[in-house]
């Protein structure tokens, strides 16, 4: 299985990507600003998660997509629900 966790240079994401690591989890860590993640099992994408054409290819297509990135408040733009969207129809597809 492969997760993407946006926001994973954040306090939290960090936590949770070393922990799906430790789980066995295929993690792609979705950063924007510097990236302070340690651990080599993680495959980190610097970028601009809100400014993306298509993420869901971007991102190699994750399983499942854990949205912890903080921007402004709360930012939610169109390109992250797609991706939401897309992740959710692959999760369905694979519990059938």
Known sequence: ??????GGNGYLGTGVSRQLCD???EVIAACHSKINIDDV??????????????PFDYFEQPDVLLHMAW?????LCQNIIVLLIKCSREAVNILQ
């Open 1 to 6: 299985m492969k997760i993407l966790v946006t």
């Open 71 to 75: 921007k402004n408040g709360f930012v």
């Open 41 to 54: 099992r993680v495959n980190v994408k610097k970028c601009d998660i809100f400014n993306i054409e298509n």
């Open 23 to 25: 789980d066995g989890v």
